[in-house]
Structures are given as C-alpha cells and as structure tokens.
C-alpha cells in the first residue's frame, strides 16, 4: 500500500506536470507588446507630418484659401491616424491585461508546482523506509485527518483546474499575439494606403497650379505687350495733338493779325474763309483727339488694374505652390531615414537648397 500510494500520486501528477514546469510563455508577449508600442510611438511622426502640412497651407491667400482635395485627404490621413493609434493602444492596452493574468497564473503554477514537488519528496522518503530504518518511531494519533486535508478528488480537480486555466490563458494569448500582429500589419498598410492618396493629391494639386500659374504667366505676358503698344499710341495721340494745337495757335494768329488790317481792306475775303474752316476743322480734330487720348487712357487703367490683379493672382499661385512643395518635402520623412533626410526647402525662406559653386565657398568663407 505504501508503494502504491507515491506511485498513483505521481502517475496523477504527469498530467499536468509539464505546464507546471514550463508555465505560460511570457517573453514573446513581452516583445508584441514592445512592437506595438514601438509602431504607436511611430505614428507619432505621421502625425507631426500632417499636422505640418495643414499648418504650412494655413499661409495660402486670398482665393487659394480653399477647401480641396488635398485639405481632405490631409484631414483624413489624421483621421486614419488617429484611428490606427487608437486600434494599437487597445491592443496595448488587452496586452497589459493579458500579460499580468500570465504572470498570476505563472506564479499560480510555480507555487503548485514548488506544493506537488515537496509533497512528492516526502512520499519519496515514506516510499524508501523499511522495518529497518533508524528514523522510525510510535507516533500519537497517527491516523488522525490534518486540519485543510482535501480528498484526491479535490487535489486532482485543483491540479486540473491551474493546468487548464494556464492552457486557457496560453491560447488566448497566443490569439492576442496573432491579433496585435493582424493589428500592426493593417494600420501600417491603411497608414501607407492613405500617404500615398495624399501625396497623389499634392502632386495632382501642384500640376493643376502650375498649369494655371503658366496661364497666368503669359496672360501677364500679352498685358505687358498690350500696355506697350496702348502706351506707345498715347505718345503718338499726345504729339498729333501737339502738333494740332500748334496748327490751331498759327491759325489763330493769323486770324487774328489780319483783323488789324485798314479801313476796307478788312474784308471778309477767301483767305479769311478759308482760316476759319481750318480753325473749325482743327478744333473738331483736336476735340477727336482728346477723346481718342482719353478713351486710351481709360484703356491703359484697366490694363494696369488687370495687369496688377494678375500679378497678385499670380503671387498667390507662387506662394501656394512653394507652400505644397515645401508639404511635399516635408513629408519625405515618411519614407526617408530621418539620419538621411536632407530638406530640399528651405524651412524659413521656403528657397530650394543648392550646393554652392568653389567660388561662392571661397568667398564666404573668405568673408
């Protein structure tokens, strides 16, 4: 009887005796928790990034100041991230739950499993007596029940019960793993999917603007053209009338010479019909010419007033294309290195960074 009872005990205990001694992994739950960690404290430049470029075209103006395509794939990439930081801190956050039931279930085990040992030992050491062991003894009231003695039925269900929960646990966490792997791998696809929409849009946008930034060029252009020659007819206007007004001057000096001439030979003769049909004649020329010249010269206005609508329509154009290239720039970070990243914009004068020639080198560094 004596050597029966250790062995059914430890035949009972082979059941669960390797969970007992492996317990719940708990390093590889350790390292995706850090992996997510890690691509949520990624998402952080993401972030920064979008949050830039809707700060940078903040400084649009006047009619640029507008909600496009690019405003809303900007406004939804925050929206994707904020969706993917949140979906990644749940997972975090089940992780940390998790993890602290594997370390109650693991310490669970560990002290069945130190309870199973020890209990094992001492039936090791009642199996080994003999009649001739030294160390046996008359004990009182040997056959007496400890207090907290349970039945085999109770030990076993306990054994069974810790063995199965770590099981249990071990496979919902294995479950979470997969998941939090599921988790990372679709955010950074749907965080990708969108950067790439996103800069589709910015490329789409500067090639729209640098379209109508050449229209706009060479309207400019024809203006500058068309108050040059409006111009040049204003001089050519200004001298007919000139030299009109120095006609009408001698015509009236004449006129007005020969009403000095004596007694009858103040007549009304054909020289003095014909000065005054050329008097007449002059003032309705000059009279033509003057509207002509003021007709042009409301024309010239306008031109400039259009001139200098296209121009400022024109510093808008420049202005927002600069501000989409320096967005453009900076969202290379999301797929440069940030030890490798080089702006290709100047950040403060929005001007392209270029190497300078030896002279230029010399020369500063001469200064």
Known sequence: ???????????????????????????PHFEMKESAEQNLQAKNLPL?????????????????????????????ELEVIEA??????????????KLCLLQEVRQQLNSDHRGKMEALDIDRGCLSLNIKSPNISLKINPTRVPDGSSTLQ???DFSQFNKNRAEAEMKEAIELREAIALTIAETNNELEAQRVATEFAFRKRLREMEKVYSELKWQEKNALEEIAELQQD???????????????????????????????????????????DEVHQLEATIAALKQKLAQAQDALDALYKHLARLQADITCKANSMLLDTKCMDTRRKLTVPAEKFVPA???????????????????????
């Open 345 to 367: 914009v100047d950040t403060f004068t929005r001007t392209t960074n270029r190497t300078l020639s030896p002279l230029k080198s010399c020369q500063i560094e001469l200064a």
């Open 234 to 276: 204003i001089r050519q206007l200004e001298e007919d009338l000139r030299r009109k007004f120095l006609n009408l001057k001698l015509c009236h000096t004449r006129l007005e010479s020969r009403t000095y001439r004596p007694n009858v030979e103040l007549c009304r003769d054909q020289a003095q019909y014909g000065l005054t």
């Open 48 to 76: 920064d990034v979008a949050v830039e470029c809707l700060t940078l075209r903040d400084s649009r103006r006047d009619v640029d100041v507008v909600r496009d395509y690019v405003e809303d794939e900007l406004h939804k």
């Open 1 to 27: 009887m004596l050597r029966s009872t250790p062995c059914h005990r430890q035949g009972a205990r082979a059941g669960c005796q390797e969970t007992l001694l492996q317990g719940p992994p708990l390093p």
């Open 84 to 97: 993917t930081r949140k979906a990644l801190q749940q997972k975090i956050s089940q992780a940390f739950e």
């Open 154 to 156: 109770q030990w076993d």
